[in-house]
């Protein structure tokens, strides 16, 4: 008797997303960058762009994540 609820919600919901489909298309984003714009990478203008990039400060931290505590 269960089943004849369900057919009828069911139905509903497919009805009710096909017209939100219809009259509220999804929007496209408006990004438009391309994923690869060359195969080729110049190293040279990296380096000019970014010539200290291996003197930034660094955060000195103390992981303690692993260190488990002697309970007897």
Not at 13 to 41: E, N, R
Request: charged content about 15%; cysteine-free.
């Amino acid at each position: 008797m269960k089943k004849h609820y369900i057919i009828p919600v069911v139905a509903a919901l497919i009805i009710g997303l096909g017209t939100k489909q219809f009259f509220f298309p999804p929007i496209k984003a408006v990004a438009d960058i391309p994923a690869i714009s060359s195969v080729s990478m110049n190293v040279l203008q990296m380096n000019i762009d970014h010539p200290n990039r291996n003197s930034h400060p660094q955060q000195k931290m103390n992981d303690m994540s692993f260190v488990f505590s002697e309970t007897d």
